[in-house]
């Protein structure tokens, strides 16, 4: 199949967003205050309704006379939203370090400050979700914090895929009508189809604008009238019928996803299988001669340019936990489909080739691998690895689908996964997954049960005293009391995401979303009330690595072989390997204890174990919706500072250093047998345990790809990934040296993206410390 290039518009547009400085935007948090202010006495949904039906129509809007695709949530692209349903006490506390914080900065506007001040602030003050959750759980959420971190606190539920192909097949026209005929099933709910109705109508007046603007344009932009003309055209058509087309579709897509993130204001809502939903599009204008496979690639990149224009403004700690803007439009291509059989398609090489030729970080793109995946399809995805932008990466259909059954997922639904955000899976378009709800570091949990329950780094009790090392006789002693250790605080989590989706039910109610999630508008309610098909919930567990590796080193070195004392080995972790003896004790942990990821089964089954605990402790219990809650292994950038928390580890960290990044990767410089055995390791994990999504990061050298033999080793290293029944696998596809040059160099190297985990960012943008543990993970040259 002929290659194809992208084009100068692509190039053009392409620049001017990355050339485009990056603010804090005010503007719809006007709109939206000044909404509540005039509609007091109105229910919650339907002022959430209201204020976004407003914003659609009067949000300052622009385009570009090269774009083929238009809509953003902000005039300017990239832009910070200032949200203020969801929580605005922390933009109170750090407006003005936006523009110098460590990660994740915005410039801000003269006097926007003020305005907030004045105008914005003064009526959320003690409204907004974030002040309900602090003033029902504040404390208690604070007190588990070194242990767990509670996400969805201060902005609304993301992590989802919706209906698109409803979208396309309905429309904002369709669905009102859809809404209005399943009122008439439930009278006793007229706000919420009022919602449901306001914000499609909301949606319909945002295209005409755009069409309006468009024809606009036009006028002053010659040389490029007719394409405006015709996008007018389309945008104008969209508000009123389906789809028809496969501009239509991009460009009907497009809105919805940007009318998505103005309502929720929240990362990662995924479009899904795009390859199977849109293929009759494509096929069709091939067919009858409206499109070639050139013209469809520049407008699947002009999409791809709108996926890297929306970001998201998190407070300075979450942007420590989720840097690089990882707004996760998580596209899936190839796989099963519901009869088992494994399909791709020309668009599934297309969306690759826009991956090849753009290297942006949006969309983040996933390919089913499965074990009768096409070699077609495997080396055109080797090819784009190649290239360095962190994409694609590969789920593995042999390992997700039954554990997804097992879960509660109808066969057909969990043959057609998709991917949300980094690696969280979720069925396609009926599925509220809340698959962020928290994270929880076990390996506090471990240092707590070596030390009483004390924190490490400044000793404050922090949980029950169930003992101390030098209490226990044997190694199953320890392993009892982090047990208990990991109730406890399980327990402790597991009340505060209670209290959090009560508050999402009460504050956050979304009639748009839910018109594109499946059984919401047949049932009469709201998603975040429980509409949907499936209602689950996803805890993250980090990190299996350090864990085993703390455990095994416990084990073999103080219990079984008795190389260090009990008392030896707590002193050394209280005072952080310091002293002549410290560091004597860490050599020998380091040098040698077995590590996780070098094909030592014990060890391997030892982070095992304690993962297929946690999961099976969730089984206990049932969500706010009255969902079942499951877990994940990744780690978004949290295993830096979940790092930070953490004292001295019997695995031979020192204090504060990163854990492992992933979720399910080896501590970087332990996996010292290559990366086969990294994968056999891997593969002892309980793929149960991973059904929120499981994350194994690798590097690889530049080097290796630039021989047919060589990505044909790669190939066979996939199919073997496959075969072990691994459920996710990513890779960095760059030199150490060319990182240190961009860390010094930043000027150099403004598009260098790196996979960071589960997601790809520029690396010029993420903190120092996330860079450094980048450059230090191991690096393969051969397989």
């Known amino acids: 199949m002929e290659k194809l290039k992208n084009s100068k518009r692509i190039e053009t547009l392409k620049k001017k967003m990355l050339d485009e400085e990056r603010f804090a935007s005010i503007e719809q948090a006007k ?17 959430r309704a209201l204020a976004l039906k407003t914003c659609l129509e009067e949000l300052e809007i622009s385009v570009e006379p090269e774009e083929l695709i238009v809509g953003n949530r902000s005039k300017g692209v990239r832009a910070g939203i200032v949200f203020p349903e969801s929580g605005l006490r922390w933009v109170n506390e750090e407006f003005e370090t936006l523009p110098t914080r460590e990660q994740d900065r915005f410039s801000v506007h003269p006097g926007d400050i003020e305005t907030f001040r004045t105008e914005i602030y003064p009526y959320w003050h003690g409204r907004s979700m974030e002040d309900v959750i602090s003033r029902e759980y504040g404390p208690e959420i604070s007190a588990m914090s070194k242990v767990v ?7 609304a539920q993301g992590h989802i895929c919706p209906d698109t192909e409803l979208w396309l097949k309905k429309g904002p026209a369709g669905l009102i009508e859809l809404a209005k005929e399943n009122a008439k099933n439930h009278p006793g709910n007229p706000d919420f189809y009022q919602s449901v109705i306001w914000t499609l109508e909301g949606a319909q007046t945002f295209m ?22 015709d996008l007018a055209e ?61 013209k469809a690639l520049e407008l699947i990149e002009a999409l791809w340019l709108k996926f890297n224009q929306i970001v998201y403004l998190r407070n300075a700690h979450s942007a420590k936990y989720f840097a690089g803007f990882p707004i996760g439009f998580n596209i899936a291509i190839g796989g099963e489909d519901e009869n088992g059989n494994d399909i791709y398609n020309d668009l599934s090489l297309l969306f690759l080739d826009a ?70 899976l979720t069925t396609q378009g009926n599925n509220l997954g809340w698959s962020d709800a928290a994270m929880f570091n076990m390996n506090k949990a471990l240092e707590l049960a070596l030390n009483h329950g004390k924190c490490l780094l400044n000793g404050e009790q922090l949980g ?30 597991m009340e505060a995401e209670k209290v959090v989706e009560k508050a999402h039910q009460n504050c956050l109610p979304s009639a748009f979303l839910s018109s594109v999630i499946d059984d919401c508008l047949v049932k009469g309610v709201d998603v975040t009330a429980g509409g949907a098909k499936y209602n689950l919930s996803g805890i993250q567990m980090i990190q299996a690595a350090n864990l085993a590796d703390s455990f095994a080193a416990v084990k073999e070195l103080v219990f079984d072989e008795k190389k260090i004392g009990k008392e030896e080995l707590i002193n050394a972790i209280q005072n952080n390997f310091e002293g002549n003896e410290g560091a004597i004790i860490q050599t020998m942990i380091l040098k040698k204890a077995p590590k996780y990821g070098n094909d030592v089964k014990w060890v391997d089954e030892l982070g095992s174990k304690w993962a297929k605990y946690f999961r099976n402790r969730m089984r206990d219990y049932t969500n706010y919706r009255g969902g079942p809650y499951h877990t994940g292994m990744y780690t978004v950038s949290a295993h830096v500072p979940m790092g930070e928390n953490l004292g001295a580890g019997a695995d031979g960290r020192k204090a504060k250093e990163p854990l492992a990044d992933g979720g399910m990767s080896p501590a970087y410089g332990r996996d010292l047998e290559g990366p086969t055995a990294v994968l056999k390791s891997v593969s002892r994990l309980y793929n149960e345990c991973t059904t929120n999504g499981g994350l194994l990061n690798m590097k690889f050298l530049p080097e290796f790809f630039k021989t047919q033999t060589g990505r044909d080793k790669f190939e066979n290293f996939l199919r073997a990934f496959v075969d072990l029944k691994i459920p996710h696998i990513q890779f960095n596809v760059v030199s150490r040296e060319d990182l240190l040059d961009a ?24 903190a120092g410390k996330l860079q450094d543990e980048i450059i230090e993970r191991t690096s393969y040259a051969e397989i």
């Open 149 to 155: 971190k509670i996400n969805q606190k201060d902005h």
């Open 355 to 424: 991956q090849y030729d753009l290297g942006l970080p949006q969309p983040n793109l996933s390919v089913r691998l499965n074990k009768n995946s096409s070699h077609e399809l495997m080396q055109r995805a080797i090819e784009v690895v190649a290239r360095g932008s962190g994409m694609p990466q590969f789920f593995n259909d042999e390992a997700i689908i039954k554990p997804l059954e097992n879960l509660g997922i109808e066969e057909k639904d969990a043959r057609n996964y998709a991917i949300v955000g980094c690696v969280e």
């Open 743 to 766: 860390k010094a160099h930043p000027e150099r190297h403004q598009s260098l993206t790196v996979r960071v985990a589960g997601y790809t960012a520029y690396f010029v943008e993420l």
């Open 31 to 47: 709109i939206i205050t000044r909404v509540y202010q005039e509609n007091e006495t109105l229910s919650t949904p339907l002022k």
């Open 208 to 229: 005409r604008r755009y069409a309006d603007l468009l024809r606009k344009t036009a006028e002053e932009s010659p040389e490029h009238a007719q394409d405006l003309n």
């Open 464 to 493: 029950p005293d169930y003992g101390g090392l030098e209490d226990y006789e044997t190694f199953e002693d320890l392993e009892e009391t982090f047990r208990k250790t990991l109730d406890y605080f399980i327990d402790e989590m």
């Open 234 to 294: 389309i945008c104008e058509s969209l508000a009123v019928r389906p789809v028809q087309t496969f501009h239509e579709a991009l460009q009907s897509l497009w809105f919805l996803y940007t009318i998505l993130h103005m309502e929720s204001n929240a990362s990662s809502f995924s479009p899904g299988r795009m390859d199977q939903y849109l293929w009759p599009y494509y096929e069709k204008d091939i067919r009858e001669g409206r499109i070639d496979r050139q």
